[in-house]
């Protein structure tokens, strides 16, 4: 049996892989700085699983995290997934300076690419937070990124996101924005549920459930729309005894999570950002 040909889709996962004790664990005012959980296992079953479904994804990751763990980077990359950059810090971008600003989105690129040897197309904010469009998308120009995935556009989050401006699709910078930018760089926005326009992504996805879950992808696909929707891999991990959490982090992660994703990937053809956007094809 051929399951691309049985496939309900194409959806884009993206992993965005950054350090347990990094703010990414949310605001929290405690970081879970006692972390002492691996992530290296985890990655290699999720790589694992990737393989068996001959999927592939976009690992968005935290350029620091190579110096912590050389080898980890290498591996991804090796298995013909994409990496792009999801900063070099992970701190918020809102709360920077340019100068800081610059160095979190040049720094991390450099850092990739002389990793992996190849070039790094994309960024992804750290919370989605980003400070000024111009200033962030001019910076991403300089650094020669072809998109972003920095914006959704879901109902306003309070102090997090959303901005139902933003095109559901994919689009150019330069014909949404009225600021000089290079023609070709594009936002790939975090996917919404077209009717109540809430993520399904991470928290969301664990939260909500997988019904919410399967009629958001399935929905956005009747609308033309490859679905783009993120995980981290401590949500891989169970984390029900990790106390300084807040529960939105620890509901259903661990196995729950992992099945789904099992499910999605055997369900749907699974591709990374660079592949839906065809940018290898359009290189000049
Ligand atoms: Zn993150």
């Not at 971008?93 to 989105?105: F, G, N, Q, S, V």
């Not at 991390?108 to 040897?117: A, D, F, H």
């Amino acid at each position: 049996m051929n399951r691309r040909n049985n496939s309900k889709g194409k959806v884009c996962l993206t992993v965005d892989l950054e350090f347990l004790n990094q703010k990414s664990l949310s605001e929290s005012k405690t970081k879970a700085e006692s972390f002492d959980l691996d992530q290296d296992e985890i990655v290699e079953n999720l790589l694992s699983l990737l393989d068996e479904t001959d999927s592939k994804v976009t690992f968005f990751v935290v350029a620091s995290l190579v110096e912590e763990n050389p080898g980890l980077v290498e591996r991804i990359s090796d298995k013909g997934h994409e990496i792009a950059s999801h900063a070099l810090t992970h701190k918020n971008l809102r709360e920077m300076t340019k100068e800081e600003m610059r160095d979190e989105i040049g720094e991390s690129k450099r850092i990739l690419e002389e990793k992996i040897n190849e070039e790094v197309l994309g960024f992804r904010a750290p919370g989605l937070k980003i400070l000024g469009d111009k200033v962030f998308y001019q910076l991403l120009d300089e650094f020669n990124y072809k998109y972003s995935s920095s914006k959704i556009p879901s109902l306003p989050i309070p102090g997090w996101y959303g901005d139902l401006s933003i095109p559901m699709k994919p689009f150019r910078i330069s014909e949404f924005y009225d600021f000089e930018v290079d023609n070709r760089i594009f936002e790939v926005p975090v996917s919404v549920n077209p009717f109540l326009r809430l993520p399904f992504s991470g928290n969301w996805l664990r939260l909500l459930g997988h019904n919410y879950f399967y009629w958001s992808l399935d929905k956005l696909i009747e609308k033309d729309i490859i679905p783009v929707f993120y995980i981290h891999p401590w949500e891989l991990m169970d984390l029900s005894a990790v106390s300084n959490l807040p529960i939105r982090n620890k509901i259903r992660s661990g196995t729950w999570l992992f099945n789904k994703i099992r499910k999605v990937c055997e369900r749907y053809e699974i591709d990374s950002v660079r592949n839906i956007l065809d940018i290898n094809k359009n290189k000049d």
